[in-house]
């Protein structure tokens, strides 16, 4: 009688990749999800374009910094003071990319659908991971809350930053490294460093991780470790202060005692949803290591806004989530999974994934409402604003070229047509033209009577009022 014949438990690898939905849901739902998302995150970009929503002068400020590119010159960007360079406010050379969008669409809305883009496509590579790893159901689940998750959403509603192109980067390098590809893995995290300096760091764990965990790549890792460290110390100490008008790292005052790194309250409240996010069992992966460089200059800083769980922070830090994950969750395909350095821990049951992947979405979907995306379908946020007609008036009455000094509503839309100052910045030129809205909170409550007189005695120059419509006043030189 023949010997019997031992098969290993559970189904296949050449049997998982030949399942029908499986095939189908790789080829479909990473792209879908990709779609919806950009289009999702777009939408919200134009809606507030529309509504002249400004959360902040960031938007006109690297719109700013996209003409410049646009026209082949160094990043000026006299939003943030006469002749500064913004390579020496932050890190990143990588927004030279933005010339092209420039050439096609000179507008700040289109850095809002280009964020769109690449939040989107990050959602590809780490939906196709958690499919094959995960199965149709479960991994399309994990792709689903990744791309709507409350990081990219907080990110697109504060409107563009850099770290949008951080985003897909830690997408494509940590599910390069999920799929055993190191070297693929280290190029894509290498252009890190040229999104903003603090990424060196991040890129520095990621080479640890792979230094220690995967031992025939230790040279890889170390090479990586070192470029990140190489590349964080360069563009902080040296590269940055250079550029800078004040010959310094204009962040370094932002940093409060180590002693405060747990308080207040907010910041754990942060620190649990990045474990919700990671489905809890994540921070059992080494990976999670790559959150701590980011959270630790965000929690030792004294800006507020750095600790909450809300605006463009967490955005780089939900790839890592997503990744540490699926890392924990092993893969259905090997049945291992991983467990702090080894790579070779049991799977574990359905139930711990199913719940795990469960958090991921609930930690989202609990905010409900609140959430950024859900305007998009209230009616009367698409309702155009009253004061768009008054805003184009006041930006039409503004003669082409001129030196404009706005405050914070229409100051990425005054960019492409004017040379744009912040009114309440340090700039010393004298602008041929102001631009005040009365209802804009930049102002602080405090928004002048007569803006002309306001401006004479700010700049010491004669000016007339010559449109007063909807709260905007344009007064300009004689």
């Known amino acids: 009688m023949p010997e019997a014949t031992v098969r290993p438990a559970g189904p296949s690898s050449a049997r998982l990749e030949a399942d029908a939905p499986t095939r189908w849901a790789r080829r479909l739902v990473p792209s879908l999800l990709a779609v919806l998302a950009a289009l999702a995150y777009g939408l919200l970009g134009t809606q507030q374009w529309r509504n002249l929503v400004s959360l902040s002068w960031d938007l006109g400020i690297f719109t700013q910094l996209a003409r410049a590119y646009g026209e082949l010159g160094a990043p000026i960007v006299p939003i943030k003071g006469d002749d500064v360079n913004l390579l020496g406010d932050h890190f990143h050379p990588i927004l030279a990319a933005l010339a092209p969008v420039w050439w096609v669409w000179p507008s700040g809305e289109a850095l809002l659908w280009t964020q769109a883009l690449l939040l989107g496509v990050s959602a590809i590579p780490l939906t196709r991971v958690a499919i094959d790893r995960l199965g149709p159901a479960l991994g399309s689940l994990a792709g689903a809350a990744y791309a709507f998750s409350f990081g990219l959403q907080a990110a697109a509603d504060v409107q563009f930053h850099e770290i949008a192109f951080a985003v897909p980067l830690l997408a494509f390098s940590l ?161 291992r999974a991983s467990a702090w350095l080894r790579t070779d821990a049991p799977r574990p049951g359905r139930t711990v994934r199913v719940t795990a992947v469960a958090a991921t979405a609930a930690v989202t979907l609990v905010l409900g409402s609140s959430m950024p995306v859900m305007n998009l379908v209230r009616p009367e946020k698409w309702a155009l604003t009253w004061r768009a007609a008054p805003a184009q008036a006041a930006l039409d009455a503004v003669p082409d070229g001129s030196v404009l000094a706005v405050d914070i509503t229409l100051l990425a839309q005054a960019v492409p047509d004017h040379d744009v100052q912040w009114m309440h910045g340090p700039n010393q030129r004298v602008p041929d033209c102001v631009l005040v809205d009365r209802y804009a909170f930049s102002w602080g409550g405090s928004v002048p009577a007569d803006p002309a007189h306001w401006a004479q005695e700010r700049w010491g120059a004669e000016y007339a009022t010559v449109l007063d419509e909807g709260g905007f006043v344009v007064a300009c030189r004689g």
């Open 175 to 335: 599910t390069a490294l999920l799929r055993g590809r190191i070297a693929a893995s280290a190029l894509w995290a290498a252009p890190l460093v040229m999104v903003k300096e603090d990424l060196g760091l991040t890129v520095a764990v990621l080479g640890a991780v792979i230094a220690l965990r995967h031992a025939p790549y230790r040279r890889e890792g170390l090479g990586l470790f070192s470029w990140g460290i190489g590349w964080f110390v360069l563009s902080t100490f040296v590269i940055l202060p250079m550029l800078n008008t004040a010959g310094q790292y204009d962040y370094t005052d932002n940093l409060g005692s180590p002693l405060e790194v747990l308080w207040p309250p907010v910041k754990w409240v942060t620190v649990g949803m990045l474990l919700l996010a990671a489905g809890v069992i994540g921070a059992r992966s080494p990976l999670i290591w790559m959150m701590v460089p980011t959270l630790a200059w965000r929690f030792t800083g004294t800006v507020e806004f750095y600790w909450d769980w809300y605006w463009h922070y967490n955005a780089v830090l939900i790839p890592i989530a997503m990744a540490a994950l699926l890392d924990a969750l092993g893969d259905r395909r090997s049945g």
